[in-house]
T-cell receptor, first 114, second 112 residues
């Protein structure tokens, strides 16, 4: 079964609204999680590193005020897309690593902004 | 920074062998990973090479040459279900956890 769970798997929202995506590690603690964005037929681009108990680290070019990341517990990180616009429509996916070097990805979340 | 290059697309027939090359430029190196992603799905881990040589896992094998900053994924006895995108990735040794940088992905299309 899934080791890292993402929710929702698909969401449609109106322009200007905000939407929250959750990423949970199901049976392990993850002090660090990563958020990626993937446009159709393109690669996964790292958006930010989510750090439990501290601020997220954003990649160059990613607006931290637009993509709010909260990692309030060792098993949950959330990504909130604020004031969403159609160009934010994308596949968002998180990852976490269990003890050692094993990386697990969530199932991904399709965001469509209309 | 980190950058990885791989071909954008490969087409082959069932039963054939496909090799996907990946060249990388990194400021540090913790090994080369390969992931498979079907359309609409999440990436799934295929293999990891930290040392030079060939790693075999069933029909899939992965090779690494650190001196050449080069690796490849070999898909043997291709099946229709192998139609997917394949990504090479490296881990950033400066970052906590497992921060991955992905190549652009190679779309493999398997034809009957």
């Amino acid at each position: 079964g899934a080791v890292v769970s993402q929710h929702p798997s698909r969401v449609i929202c109106k322009s200007g609204t905000s939407v929250k995506i959750e990423c949970r590690s199901l049976d392990f603690q993850a002090t660090t999680m990563f958020w990626y964005r993937q446009f159709p037929k393109q690669s996964l681009m790292l958006m930010a590193t989510s750090n439990e108990g501290s601020k997220a680290t954003y990649e160059q070019g990613v607006e931290k005020d637009k993509f709010l990341i909260n990692h309030a517990s060792l098993t949950l990180s959330t990504l909130t897309v604020t004031s969403a616009h159609p160009e934010d429509s994308s596949f968002y996916i998180c990852s976490a690593n269990r003890a050692g070097n094993t990386i697990y990805f969530g199932e991904g979340s399709w965001l469509t902004v209309v | 920074g980190q950058s990885l290059e791989q071909p954008s697309e490969v087409t082959a027939v069932e039963g054939a062998i496909v090799q996907i090359n990946c060249t990388y430029q990194t400021s540090g190196f913790y090994g080369l990973s390969w992931y498979q992603q079907h359309d609409g799905g999440a990436p799934t881990f295929l293999s990891y090479n930290a040392l030079d040589g060939l790693e075999e896992t069933g029909r899939f094998s992965s090779f690494l040459s650190r001196s050449d900053s080069y690796g490849y994924l070999l898909l043997q006895e291709l099946q229709m279900k192998d139609s997917a995108s394949y990504f090479c990735a490296v881990r950033d040794p400066r970052a906590a956890g497992n921060k991955l940088t992905f190549g652009g992905g190679t779309r493999v299309l398997v034809k009957p």
